[in-house]
């Protein structure tokens, strides 16, 4: 059973609701596409199944191998870019203490991220860390040939080589990588790395419910099978719900392809009141901007933190041009509890307030921005989750996953492909006098 | 002498010169009216003047009382929101050591912030960390009664008089507010704060360099003189030049709103190359934001981090929907040195890369980044500084807030104010059942 909840309220003032009936059939028919497996980059769908495929034998290597490096480490850097990033990072800071290394850690490595750009002082910074602490390293790349990660790990894998010696620098040293095939597969068996594999059918936006997230994870000291059991109740439910009035999923797609085509909001602004889901934000940008954004088509995913932004992005929101649409993740309950103190003197004038936990004033600011927003001509997507914990994120990767895969097939593109990623990549390699092969 | 380069290369591919021309006489009195201070607005425009305004004995004001905090403090809690949050953020953010926490600091408080959400769990960590460590606050508040910070200043303050004792904690508070209204100035003279004033005629998302943004910025260990003299260079310039041809804020704001009001491009991503860079480029949303987005108008402000991003918004901007424009912050020059090391075996194929610098591929990634995106349809603007440091910062900040000024005024709205920005407070107090004045 699925703990998140999905609501569009009055969302049929923005579009007529005969438009829903109207295209019925085209969503029917993309759901039906996705199930049966047939459509666009169906060579893809690997992330389909993960859910249901994850064994205990298999989480337990993985949690064998998270243990063995928290063990011997202070950090942990994971090298990685794009799908090989967000998704373990997305996950790691919504669960994880904001002043983790502040605090004194939690008896887990500090998780840190290199080879997503190619920042010298980042990379300067990282090295004086890693000079200072004990440390291991995951470095994760289908090709092992991925420019940032490939200069991240060349210069990191000689640094923890230099710091332990070649052959302690082994057991340091784990490859997320390609089965069989690449330059980062052959460097890890020529090395004697331990390995895991990037499943062939599962592209990088998708991949975070494999080792790519879940080793991170579960270094970061989190409960990777109460994150996969959540996936599998949603993907239970999605797969046995086809139609508009039972799947959320088909809900969400449908509603923002409708209002993308026919009441042109070109931008989506994907929303959470809890500044721990900004990396989840960032994770839903990759998602939907990857797989939707071509032939000249699509929603431009946006993001923003509430209500931190509301004194940034509001003022656009409320009154700036009518192209935008807002999904709000609404988190129900905190962890911890803190109240409003009574104040004798009441200068701030909030005793008002006494008494009230900061999570009911933040759920009724984000009832009062809705309200707010749709008075603003901003039509409000509403996903609501008990808690931030393993299992509501397990749910929400995979209704994202499966909704954007959705509202690909009924864009019509191919959801699983990226071909204009490699544009920029071309002309570096020409500037740089690549040689070819 | 300004040391910020702006550039368009092709721009006029996208518009016609001649619109240039068009729209001069436009463009010439948006300048003028700014300069003349008699337009819309024009009782927010301190912010003009203030770099020039800043004088010896208020920056020693400034850096005394930044002292006097860092010498008792391990953390330095900054409550705001909006702009009494986003400048100083952007600035340490911009200028710190990534992972500042984990190699033990730079001799100077770690800079927190609060305030600037209502999350519980945020909060509930903030106390963690001010269990553990000594620290003091800095409460920056026009009038003392927004929601956000006053929450928060409520908690911590409780908090802190706990903690040190109601005397100790007197000299553990300063207050950044107004110069004689409010709730927290008079609170502030109550308690003995030590204060610091909010000039009535600057707005919020212009008041960085007042002691909103410098007295945070002075306690994390940055040069608040080099910062403003960075923008006393670029006021002096932009004031001295008044046509199209000399003044790259006129270009700027001219050529984005022409591309916006002839060409349709309704999103500006702003892209920095350097992670450290991500919150100097939230400060632009909200500048630009809450500045234009209003009537019905304006640019979306959205932002990416590359070559991060180009792993995740790249296919969007390649290949989506054609309504973006990009403007760059290209930095010139890192402050460390990290170079491809060579490796015998080259099984990642990166040699041809040996002893480059890190910075000379990131460059060459942002040019053929550049050409790669022109060729996509999303024209290109260029703004390059030397090196990241409190001098550009200073110059980029007052070239960001002429040029959005000059750009309001091209859109014939009143650039320093946010009407909408009251719309969600109005319902939210509603819903709390806050009791009227």
């Given at each position: 059973?699925?703990?998140?909840?999905?609501?569009?309220?009055?969302?049929?003032?923005?579009?007529?609701?005969?438009?829903?009936?109207?295209?019925?059939?085209?969503?029917?028919?993309?759901?039906?596409?996705?199930?049966?497996?047939?459509?666009?980059?169906?060579?893809?769908?690997?992330?389909?199944?993960?859910?249901a495929e994850f064994d205990t034998n298999f989480s337990q290597r993985i949690k064998n191998c998270a243990d063995?490096?928290?063990?011997?480490?202070?950090?942990?850097?994971?090298?990685?870019?794009?799908?090989?990033?967000?998704?373990?990072?997305?996950?790691?800071?919504?669960?994880?203490?904001?002043?983790?290394?502040?605090?004194?850690?939690?008896?887990?490595?500090?998780?840190?991220?290199?080879?997503?750009?190619?920042?010298?002082?980042?990379?300067?910074?990282?090295?004086?860390?890693?000079?200072?602490?004990?440390?291991?390293?995951?470095?994760?790349?289908?090709?092992?040939?991925?420019?940032?990660?490939?200069?991240?790990?060349?210069?990191?894998?000689?640094?923890?080589?230099?710091?332990?010696?070649?052959?302690?620098?082994?057991?340091?040293?784990?490859?997320?990588?390609?089965?069989?095939?690449?330059?980062?597969?052959?460097?890890?068996?020529?090395?004697?790395?331990?390995?895991?594999?990037?499943?062939?059918?599962?592209?990088?936006?998708?991949?975070?419910?494999?080792?790519?997230?879940?080793?991170?994870?579960?270094?970061?000291?989190?409960?990777?099978?109460?994150?996969?059991?959540?996936?599998?109740?949603?993907?239970?439910?999605?797969?046995?719900?086809?139609?508009?009035?039972?799947?959320?999923?088909?809900?969400?797609?449908?509603?923002?392809?409708?209002?993308?085509?026919?009441?042109?909001?070109?931008?989506?602004?994907?929303?959470?009141?809890?500044?721990?889901?900004?990396?989840?934000?960032?994770?839903?940008?990759?998602?939907?901007?990857?797989?939707?954004?071509?032939?000249?088509?699509?929603?431009?995913?946006?993001?923003?933190?509430?209500?931190?932004?509301?004194?940034?992005?509001?003022?656009?929101?409320?009154?700036?041009?009518r192209h935008l649409m807002e999904t709000v993740i609404s988190v129900k309950n905190s962890k911890n509890k803190?109240?409003?103190?009574?104040?004798?003197?009441?200068?701030?004038?909030?005793?008002?307030?006494?008494?009230?936990?900061?999570?009911?004033?933040?759920?009724?600011?984000?009832?009062?921005?809705?309200?707010?927003?749709?008075?603003?001509?901003?039509?409000?997507?509403?996903?609501?989750?008990?808690?931030?914990?393993?299992?509501?994120?397990?749910?929400?990767?995979?209704f994202f996953e499966f909704s954007c895969a959705l509202g690909g097939y009924l864009l019509d593109v191919n959801?699983?492909?990226?071909?204009?990623?490699?544009?920029?990549?071309?002309?570096?390699?020409?500037?740089?006098?690549?040689?070819?092969?």
């Amino acid at each position: 059973m699925i703990n998140t909840k999905f609501s569009y309220p009055e969302v049929f003032s923005f579009i007529d609701e005969k438009n829903v009936k109207a295209q019925n059939e085209k969503l029917k028919s993309a759901y039906k596409t996705l199930c049966s497996r047939n459509g666009k980059g169906n060579d893809f769908l690997g992330w389909l199944d993960l859910p249901a495929e994850f064994d205990t034998n298999f989480s337990q290597r993985i949690k064998n191998c998270a243990d063995k490096l928290a063990a011997q480490s202070e950090v942990v850097v994971v090298i990685g870019i794009g799908g090989s990033y967000l998704g373990a990072r997305a996950v790691i800071e919504a669960l994880q203490h904001p002043f983790n290394s502040l605090v004194g850690g939690s008896g887990r490595p500090s998780v840190l991220f290199a080879g997503n750009s190619i920042s010298e002082d980042y990379m300067h910074a990282l090295l004086d860390v890693l000079e200072k602490k004990d440390y291991s390293i995951i470095v994760i790349s289908k090709s092992g040939t991925t420019t940032e990660p490939a200069i991240a790990f060349r210069i990191l894998k000689e640094h923890c080589e230099k710091k332990y010696g070649k052959d302690s620098a082994k057991e340091r040293i784990v490859a997320i990588t390609d089965a069989a095939r690449g330059a980062l597969k052959k460097l890890a068996t020529d090395e004697g790395y331990d390995t895991f594999v990037i499943p062939d059918s599962v592209g990088g936006r998708y991949s975070v419910l494999t080792p790519v997230g879940l080793l991170p994870i579960a270094v970061a000291g989190f409960d990777i099978d109460k994150l996969v059991r959540g996936a599998v109740e949603m993907r239970e439910y999605l797969l046995q719900n086809d139609s508009f009035e039972s799947n959320i999923a088909m809900q969400y797609a449908l509603l923002r392809y409708l209002l993308y085509s026919e009441k042109n909001k070109k931008i989506e602004l994907l929303v959470a009141y809890e500044p721990c889901l900004s990396y989840f934000v960032e994770w839903y940008k990759q998602l939907f901007g990857e797989s939707e954004g071509k032939e000249n088509k699509a929603i431009f995913p946006a993001g923003a933190i509430f209500s931190t932004d509301l004194h940034s992005l509001g003022q656009y929101i409320q009154e700036g041009e009518r192209h935008l649409m807002e999904t709000v993740i609404s988190v129900k309950n905190s962890k911890n509890k803190v109240a409003i103190p009574y104040d004798e003197k009441d200068a701030d004038g909030l005793n008002y307030l006494q008494k009230k936990s900061l999570t009911e004033i933040n759920l009724t600011a984000e009832k009062g921005t809705r309200l707010a927003h749709l008075d603003g001509g901003v039509p409000n997507f509403q996903i609501s989750i008990p808690a931030i914990n393993e299992s509501s994120l397990g749910e929400l990767i995979y209704f994202f996953e499966f909704s954007c895969a959705l509202g690909g097939y009924l864009l019509d593109v191919n959801p699983f492909n990226q071909p204009g990623v490699e544009a920029y990549k071309k002309n570096m390699f020409k500037l740089l006098g690549k040689p070819e092969k």
